[in-house]
């Protein structure tokens, strides 16, 4: 069993920056890859960005340029800093993880999701 859980979630201002934090426990020995993604409600989950242990990183689109995603100190947390916030980032954004094949499997594992939203 993998646990993972979501922090740092809130309001922020347009244009400002928010950071998010996702800790593991338990069986933290079969998290290989670790990202973040993001729903709105209606909408279909989408990656923001993720990251393995040898610091390869992927990023959507509308994130380049905007994220900073690194891991912890005991490789059990990974960090997702984002700045320049607009009202289309208010979403509930998601901490993942899964092994060597990656993100977003049948079998990943899930925080139950932490929700930002952008004001004015």
């Known amino acids: 069993q993998v646990q993972l859980v979501e922090s740092g979630g809130g309001l922020v201002q347009v244009g400002g920056s928010l950071t998010l934090s996702c800790a593991a426990s338990?069986?933290?020995?079969?998290?290989?890859?670790m990202g973040w993604f993001r729903q709105a409600p209606g909408n279909q989950r989408r990656l923001v960005a993720g990251i393995n242990p040898g610091g390869i990183l992927k990023y959507a689109d509308f994130a380049k340029g905007r994220i900073t995603i690194f891991t912890g100190d005991t490789n059990n947390m990974v960090f997702h800093d984002m700045k320049d916030f607009t009202p289309e980032d208010t979403s509930v954004y998601y901490c993942?993880?899964?092994?060597?094949?990656?993100?977003?499997?049948?079998?990943?594992?899930w925080g139950q999701g932490i929700q930002v939203n952008v004001s004015s």
């Open positions: 338990g069986d933290i020995y079969k998290i290989n890859v």
């Open positions: 993942c993880g899964g092994d060597q094949r990656g993100l977003s499997l049948p079998d990943s594992n």
